[in-house]
Every structure is written in C-alpha cells, then in structure tokens.
C-alpha cells in the first residue's frame, strides 16, 4: 500500500501561481511513478502531468505544457507540481497518483494504483 496525501490547494487570481505536495508513505516510493490528475465539477478526472521513477523523465498535459512543472524528491518521499499562470479554467481538485515504475509513464486513470483525497484549486477571473 501506498498512502499519498495533497496540500497546497488554495483561492488564487488568475495570473497567479501554486505549489501543490504530494507526501509518499508506505512502499517504496523510488519504486512508482507519480501522476497529477484534476477534477473539475461536472467533469472527468483528467490527466495533468507524470514524472518517472528517477525523475529524468516528465510527460504533459497540453494545458499544461509551459505553465507547470513537476518535480519530485525521493529522499523526501515527495512529488510537487508547481502551477503557474494560472487560468479559471484550471480550477479543479487536483490529485497526485502512483503507478508502478515496471510499467512505461502514463496517461490514464486506470494506470494508477494508488490515490490521494486530492486537494482544490480555485483560480479567479
């Protein structure tokens, strides 16, 4: 098992910028890759970026290519995604996942094992 908990959801302008956390316990974190997924009302939770194993390699989302960055510090057992210019748009609950690093980084839901409770972002015109 592994446990993922989110922070750093908040009300921001548009224009402005957020660094969500994601904290690991459990499993051995080297051993996942970590997704960030979001859900807006109404909508399907959708893919926003994943970072591999060993965090040289980084996969996008297009609307989120330019804007946001993922990181992620095995030491700390933790995976980041920094947000910035953000957009009304990018309002959703945002959550951090994890997939077995045996399998190629990817984009679907259904790819992850493991999920956070996910925490809300809201950007205002």
């Known amino acids: 098992q592994v446990q993922l908990v989110e922070s750093g959801g908040a009300l921001v302008l548009a224009g402005g910028s957020l660094r969500l956390s994601c904290a690991a316990s459990g499993r051995t974190f080297s051993d996942y890759n970590m ?57 959703a609950v945002y959550y951090c996942a994890a997939s077995p690093r045996g399998s190629r980084v990817s984009v679907l839901v259904t790819r992850y094992d493991y999920w956070g409770q996910g925490t809300q972002v809201t950007v205002s015109a």
């Open 35 to 91: 997704g960030w997924f979001r859900q807006a009302p109404g909508k399907e939770r959708e893919f926003v970026a994943v970072i591999n194993w060993t965090g040289d390699l980084t996969y996008y989302a297009d609307s989120a290519k330019g804007r946001f960055t993922i990181s992620r510090d095995n030491i700390k057992n933790m995976v980041y995604l920094q947000m910035n210019s953000l957009k009304p748009e990018d309002t």
